[in-house]
């Protein structure tokens, strides 16, 4: 389970700079290595969690929405005056605030916890929001799994809030950009299926009978960006377009 979480991160980390192509015509699409027929309201239909992992890192850029938070956690430093300041780096004289930062790393602790503790927020986050299998879904979460589930919860200022959670999930503002841009730089990679397949593909070549390309000589991820996919729904497989 560690690697899936890993890997389903691996996009919200990358840097999202190319050009929008999702209102391109085939010749802008082709000429920046989009398929002339690709749509992003397809591939985000296939592939539904691609549009939250902008949620995730939003959050994260954001400190979570709780800066002051955050910073105490890890960088409070009490002076010999008594006072506390807040520092990347200690200041001349200072020491560990471990009473402001324990309090902080509460905090943090405890608005996770009322997060995790909507069952059906958690599971919503787990299977739609980050894409796992709902099969891979059990009621005891390892750790891995709920820290991955936990990036997606926005610290309150007060007492944990999951009302207000769910509000800042359900009204947040989709880039339709950064989808496009996603199938150019990770979607290719894994090998996602971005449209559905059409009686014209031949269907004959699945996902899991391609021996994919190897990214460096220990690889953080295979390489498919090979082959183009689409996905039928009636098998629920993923085949290479000839």
């Given at each position: 389970m560690h690697k899936n979480?890993?890997?389903?991160?691996?996009?919200?980390?990358?840097?999202?700079?190319?050009?929008a192509c999702s209102d391109m015509a085939v010749d802008e699409n082709e000429?920046?290595?989009?398929?002339?027929?690709?749509?992003?309201?397809?591939y985000v239909k296939i592939n539904p969690d691609v549009k939250y992992q902008q949620i995730r890192?939003?959050?994260m850029d954001n400190f979570f929405y709780n800066k002051?938070?955050?910073?105490?956690?890890?960088?409070?430093?009490?002076?010999?005056?008594?006072?506390v300041v807040i520092s990347e780096t200690m200041p001349a004289g200072g020491s560990f605030a471990n009473d402001v930062r324990k309090a902080a790393k509460d905090a943090i602790e405890?608005?996770?916890e009322a997060f995790l503790a909507d069952t059906a927020l958690a599971h919503e986050v787990f299977s739609k929001y980050i894409g796992f299998d709902d099969s891979l879904w059990v009621e005891e979460l390892?750790?891995?799994?709920?820290?991955?589930?936990?990036?997606?919860?926005?610290?309150?200022?007060?007492?944990?809030?999951?009302?207000?959670d769910k509000a800042f999930l359900k009204?947040?503002?989709?880039?339709?950009?950064?989808?496009?841009?996603?199938?150019?730089?990770?979607?290719?990679?894994?090998?996602?299926?971005?449209?559905?397949?059409?009686k014209s593909d031949k269907m004959s070549t699945t996902f899991a009978e391609v021996v994919p390309d190897t990214l460096g000589s220990a690889p953080f991820m295979l390489d498919y960006s090979a082959n183009r996919f689409c996905y039928d729904s009636t098998s629920a497989q993923k085949y290479i377009i000839q």
């Amino acid at each position: 389970m560690h690697k899936n979480v890993v890997k389903a991160f691996i996009a919200s980390s990358l840097l999202l700079g190319l050009t929008a192509c999702s209102d391109m015509a085939v010749d802008e699409n082709e000429a920046i290595g989009m398929p002339s027929d690709f749509s992003v309201s397809e591939y985000v239909k296939i592939n539904p969690d691609v549009k939250y992992q902008q949620i995730r890192k939003d959050l994260m850029d954001n400190f979570f929405y709780n800066k002051a938070r955050q910073d105490s956690s890890k960088s409070a430093w009490l002076l010999e005056d008594g006072s506390v300041v807040i520092s990347e780096t200690m200041p001349a004289g200072g020491s560990f605030a471990n009473d402001v930062r324990k309090a902080a790393k509460d905090a943090i602790e405890a608005d996770n916890e009322a997060f995790l503790a909507d069952t059906a927020l958690a599971h919503e986050v787990f299977s739609k929001y980050i894409g796992f299998d709902d099969s891979l879904w059990v009621e005891e979460l390892d750790p891995d799994v709920k820290t991955a589930i936990c990036e997606f919860n926005k610290q309150q200022t007060g007492a944990p809030d999951v009302k207000e959670d769910k509000a800042f999930l359900k009204n947040f503002s989709f880039n339709e950009d950064l989808m496009a841009n996603h199938y150019l730089m990770l979607g290719t990679l894994e090998g996602r299926a971005y449209r559905y397949c059409t009686k014209s593909d031949k269907m004959s070549t699945t996902f899991a009978e391609v021996v994919p390309d190897t990214l460096g000589s220990a690889p953080f991820m295979l390489d498919y960006s090979a082959n183009r996919f689409c996905y039928d729904s009636t098998s629920a497989q993923k085949y290479i377009i000839q």
